[in-house]
């Protein structure tokens, strides 16, 4: 069966200092990831997707930045955080080549200060 | 463009009652829907989808939604509310995009179960 990991699971980061969130899927081959952002009471932001390694769609003109170096690998980076940057973010996969489901890893809780 | 408007934030029953959350979708295509739950500081657990085949759909957990095209609404509900289903529930639309589907969320509703 397939699992999707994200960690950390919260990071408590200043203003200014770098960023790295990980997300590996495990027990499928070529999936489609995404990387979702969700503030506080609000719903989800699609932050950027990838159909392949090194192919990465921006949704939205921001302060992050995301790459896949492995199949399975999906990482969201930033070189200098900002204060809006906080928020709850959330990596999913797809089955490529197709409309089906997205299936959600546990989230990374992220405060900036 | 594709946009869902899921038009209660709140929804508050008590134990025992039906729950009916309601979800209204746009969409230039035959569109798939889905309804997702997420408990507090947790990932989203799919619930149900719809995908052309049956307009009344089944979920998990007693849940099921009926696909109105005529009122591009995507309801969902669930005869006898139980604590556990106390959470924040989005529906969701599906867009085909260059080899993935892009989903465009809810705002969402947040679910209170009462004594």
């Known amino acids: 069966s397939q699992t999707i990991h994200q960690w950390p699971a919260t990071l408590v980061q200043p203003v200014g200092s770098p960023l790295s969130l990980e997300c590996t899927v495990e027990g499928t081959s070529n999936p489609n990831l995404y990387w979702y952002r969700q503030a506080a009471g609000r719903g989800l932001q699609l932050l950027f997707y990838s159909v392949g390694i090194g192919q990465i769609s921006s949704e939205v003109p921001q302060n992050l930045s995301a790459s896949r170096p492995q199949d399975r690998q999906f990482i969201l980076s930033s070189k200098k955080l900002l204060l809006s940057d906080s928020g709850f973010y959330l990596c999913a996969w797809s089955v490529w080549g197709s409309t089906d489901t997205q299936y959600f890893g546990p989230g990374t809780r992220l405060t900036v200060l | 463009a594709q946009s869902v408007t899921q038009l209660d934030s709140h929804v508050s029953v008590s134990e025992g009652t039906p729950v009916l959350l309601r979800c209204n979708y746009s969409s230039s295509y035959s569109p798939s829907l889905f309804w997702y739950v997420q408990h507090p500081n947790k990932g989203l657990q799919l619930l149900l989808k719809?995908?052309?085949?049956?307009?009344l759909v089944k979920g998990i957990n007693g849940f099921e939604a009926e696909f109105k095209k005529s009122e591009t609404s995507f309801h969902l509900t669930k005869p006898s509310a139980h604590m556990s289903d106390a959470a924040e529930y989005f529906c969701v639309v599906s867009d085909w995009r260059g080899g993935g589907n892009k989903l465009t969320f809810g705002t969402g509703t947040q679910l209170k179960v009462e004594l």
């Open positions: 719809y995908t052309s085949a049956a307009t």
